[in-house]
């Protein structure tokens, strides 16, 4: 019958031979894995503190070590046991299972006693290496633990849009500064309202040339580097700029700034710099330098830029020298 776990036997054919008490040793002398992890692995019995008796019978895949001697240290043994247990994997018979060779195993152990006073001090060290380790293991599966579980919130935050809330948020507020500043800009320079896509290049090589990130997904299109991103912050800046319809074959919007806003004086400069280079030049010079400099994103254009520039030899040398700027 089964009581806590445990398998009760009844029978009169039971021996001394078959129990195992507190305190004594055995060894493992089967093993099904075939990888020699477990055959010869020493174990010292210990009773649960439920368990009243003082024996207890052991499995046949077990063998039980009888000491002949007082002068050995059973926390000794089981060390030392523990530590040459790789050497018991060259005494296995069979295949599909191994069996450990007694005989021929004890027959070649040899254990070396210091004094038993020593053994106990080598004990008392190896047991306190063995509560660091667990401690150790425990910080590191708890570790482990608490990283999966950060994960999982991660991810969760990912998949549903929170972790990157406040990022987002932070483009969307440096957008709408950088946006009116540059259209306020770019017109006094021009001294008429900018073109849509004039205002999309440059934002393309403030992202790549002056390293402001503003998030932007460029990607080839029938005028070169092209958003949708663009557009959806028009719509939401309606309080800052103005975009009216214009009659040219390139773009169909232009648009004006109702405020210079206060911006970050290193993001200020790049643009500032950006429109001393390109501010006072045409829609097609811009989109000619940009394509010239950048064709992978050239792939899809519509563009025939050699017409704008035929009869402008002045502009093409100029347009030369810039795209090695």
Excluded: C
Excluded at 115 to 133: R, S
Excluded at 194 to 223: D, G
Excluded at 260 to 273: C, E, K, R, S, Y
């Amino acid at each position: 019958m089964k009581e806590d776990g445990w398998t009760w036997i009844k029978s009169d054919r039971l021996r001394e031979r078959h129990f195992v008490r507190e305190g004594d040793i055995v060894v493992s002398n089967t093993e099904q894995s075939k990888d020699g992890s477990l055959i010869g692995s020493p174990a010292i019995i210990r009773f649960p503190e439920w368990y009243k008796k003082d024996k207890a019978i052991f499995s046949m895949d077990l063998s039980k070590l009888l000491l002949k001697i007082s002068s050995i240290d059973v926390n000794f043994l089981f060390y030392y046991l523990s530590f040459v247990q790789p050497l018991a994997r060259k005494y296995h018979t069979g295949t599909n299972v191994w069996h450990l060779n007694l005989d021929s195993w004890v027959r070649d152990l040899l254990i070396p006693l210091p004094p038993l006073e020593e053994q106990k001090k080598i004990v008392e060290l190896l047991q306190k290496a063995d509560e660091l380790y667990i401690q150790i293991n425990d910080f590191l599966q708890n570790l482990e633990d608490e990283a999966n579980t950060l994960y999982k919130s991660i991810l969760r935050l990912a998949l549903t849009g929170k972790l990157t809330e406040d990022w987002r948020r932070q483009i969307i507020l440096l957008r709408s500064v950088i946006i009116p500043y540059l259209v306020y800009q770019a017109s006094k320079i021009k001294g008429r309202p900018v073109y849509m896509t004039e205002l999309m290049k440059y934002l393309f090589l403030l992202q790549k040339e002056y390293n402001v990130n503003l998030a932007y997904n460029f990607e080839p299109y029938k005028y070169a580097p092209f958003t949708p991103q663009f557009y959806n912050d028009l719509e939401e800046l309606k309080d800052k700029v103005e975009v009216k319809e214009a009659k040219e074959d390139v773009d169909k919007g232009l648009i004006t700034s109702k405020e210079l806003p206060q911006l970050d004086q290193n993001i200020a400069t790049a643009i500032n710099d950006l429109l001393h280079r390109l501010g006072n030049r045409s829609l097609e010079e811009l989109l000619f330098y940009v394509n010239e400099k950048y064709p992978d994103y050239t792939v899809k254009s519509e563009l025939n830029l050699d017409g704008f520039l035929a009869d402008l030899p002045a502009r093409y040398a100029f347009l030369l020298a810039l795209k090695h700027h």
